[in-house]
């Protein structure tokens, strides 16, 4: 009895949870349509060998058998796509779950063991969890594997579309298959992964490639130097003329202290250097360097 208890005190609340279908069910019978599709392929692999010097008989035959397998490929891969959807995930959740409390419901051997009882309801719960968080990360993932076997196939499908078009001396059947068992690889988890990891690596490297370039260009020896000129006339500028610099260029838009007028002029050179100093101030731009040197010289001038 309490093992009856524990599974629906897990299970009840999973019943009220709805799933929604991959896909819809196909206006055709898959079962009939293969059927046909394989004997479409029978049939054009029959013709392509009798149709020795016929060029237009062997194309022909060439383009059936690519299609015909093309069409099982895609009826297969629509299939196992539906599979990936968070249906599958929910049946997984639950086959855990299910484990872990037949686990947890084993180790109770009498009705009076009521700590028993709640470990074991505890244990139960927490392995619900865990379940969960797993197959939530799953389905996090699917639609992007989806979307990248997706883009596998279409390039593969493209080639295979330019082919037909092509004489069977320039795309003879060999190539054909070929491309054919590619079409297939193309729509796996596998292959998706790698694509999509050569994706991230390529984002990475290239990514580390602009880092360098700008951290040289950031610390380069001339940036560096304009900021130390820029430093050396803050540095000789009073309070007054430090109030109509930071006006000039807007600084307290730009994040600049609120109490900087303030402050006294030591404390205020040194938020300014701090700031040249900051990630604000983009040392790397040369329109920003020029407009500091004009303020600064603005600042410099008698003031009415």
Not at 184 to 211: C, F, M, N, P, W
Not at 225 to 239: A, M
Request: with cysteine.
């Amino acid at each position: 009895m309490l093992r009856v208890f524990i599974l629906l005190a897990v299970f009840l609340p999973l019943t009220g949870c709805a799933s929604f279908k991959g896909v819809p069910r196909h206006y055709e019978d898959q079962d009939g349509a293969l059927a046909r599709f394989q004997t479409g392929i029978e049939t054009a692999r029959a013709q392509y060998q009798g149709a020795v010097g016929n060029e237009a008989t062997l194309r022909q035959a060439r383009n059936d058998l690519i299609f015909n397998s093309m069409a099982i490929i895609d009826i297969r891969y629509t299939h196992y796509v539906s599979g990936l959807s968070s249906e599958n995930s929910t049946i997984n959740v639950t086959a855990d779950s299910l484990t872990t409390a037949f686990n947890a419901a084993g180790a109770i051997t009498s009705a009076g063991q009521t700590s028993q009882v709640l470990s074991a309801l505890s244990a139960t719960i927490s392995g619900t969890r865990d379940a969960i968080d797993k197959h939530a990360l799953y389905d996090a993932a699917v639609p992007a594997i989806i979307a990248q076997m997706n883009a596998n196939r279409l390039s593969v499908m493209n080639r295979l579309m330019a082919g037909s078009q092509l004489s069977t001396s320039e795309y003879p059947l060999s190539l054909a298959v070929l491309d054919i068992q590619g079409y297939y690889q193309a729509g796996t988890i596998h292959a998706a992964s790698v694509a999509l990891s050569a994706s991230a690596s390529s984002d990475l490297e290239e990514a580390q490639k602009e880092s360098v370039v700008l951290q040289r260009e950031y610390f380069a020896p001339e940036r560096q130097d304009k900021v130390r000129e820029l430093i050396g006339v803050v540095n000789g500028l009073d309070s007054a003329q430090l109030l109509v610099l930071t006006q000039s260029l807007n600084l307290n838009a730009a994040g600049l202290r609120e109490d900087f007028a303030s402050l006294n002029v030591n404390d205020q050179r040194q938020v300014l250097r701090q700031y040249l100093f900051s990630d604000q101030f983009d040392r790397t731009n040369d329109r920003v360097i020029e407009r500091w040197t004009a303020a600064l010289r603005f600042a410099q001038l008698p003031q009415n």
